[in-house]
């Protein structure tokens, strides 16, 4: 073979190692398409999340992941494409003033996206006078609005369930305990008005518990995974509402 017709080869096996087809062209484009996930995750919204109260933000009896603010998490992070934090300061048989307490002794984030404050079950059912409730939940909405940095559209007050309406309470003087409840729940929306933080109503959803004993807890006492679906329903519309504005 001539020296001109080995060049002519060398030139043409150079031309195809460079084609379109080249596997290092072909594995530069299979790396793009593996970061696009990475990016779209990047760019999903973070929010902080928190929950303050008693066995009812705790979920008492019921899964980890059936409590209203673990349900409540999920739906948001679906609905809004996001990643929700979620810290809680809560535990079972917590008056106002253990609330209170716990907060100080906390470490928590310095603002929060949303707050939910649900309490005073434990002020009732334990006998504490009415005044204390009256003197401390003022305090405590105060607080959950310092952690929004002062917005109260960022504040969500949760009424009282009526613990009157399960097999517990039905046998504990059912009228007396919605009698109190009632009283407890009246002064709690009026306080949340005054603040312009809105105040959602779930108390008649837990009055469905005698009627309905899928949403009662194994314990006979506490609200079920299926009735703090039906808190959350009514709860995350008007978070939604709050982080879209």
Request: proline share 4%.
């Amino acid at each position: 073979m001539s020296i001109t017709n080995i060049l002519a080869l060398t030139f043409i096996l150079l031309a195809c190692s460079k084609s379109k087809d080249s596997p290092i062209l072909a594995t530069e484009n299979l790396y793009d398409i593996q970061q696009e996930p990475q990016v779209t995750e990047e760019k999903r919204a973070k929010y902080n999340y928190l929950a303050l109260g008693d066995s009812y933000t705790v979920g008492q009896n019921v899964d980890a992941s059936e409590s209203f603010p673990a349900q409540l998490e999920n739906l948001l992070e679906k609905n809004l494409n996001a990643k929700i934090n979620t810290d809680m300061v809560a535990a079972t048989g917590w008056r106002t003033d253990n609330l209170y307490d716990g907060i100080k002794s906390s470490s928590l984030e310095a603002v929060y996206d949303f707050v939910t404050l649900l309490i005073g079950v434990n002020n009732q059912y334990q006998g504490q006078p009415f005044s204390q409730y009256e003197e401390e939940f003022p305090l405590l909405l105060e607080r959950a609005l310092k952690f929004t940095g002062n917005d109260p559209s960022k504040v969500i007050v949760i009424s009282i369930p009526d613990y009157g309406y399960t097999p517990f309470g039905e046998n504990g003087g059912m009228q007396a305990i919605s009698k109190d409840i009632d009283t407890y729940n009246a002064f709690a929306e009026s306080t949340a008005s005054l603040k312009n933080v809105a105040y959602v109503n779930i108390t008649d959803i837990s009055r469905q518990g005698l009627d309905q004993p899928e949403l009662v807890a194994d314990d006979g006492l506490h609200p079920s995974g299926k009735a703090y679906k039906m808190f959350v329903d009514r709860i995350a519309p008007f978070i939604v509402s709050a982080l879209k504005d």
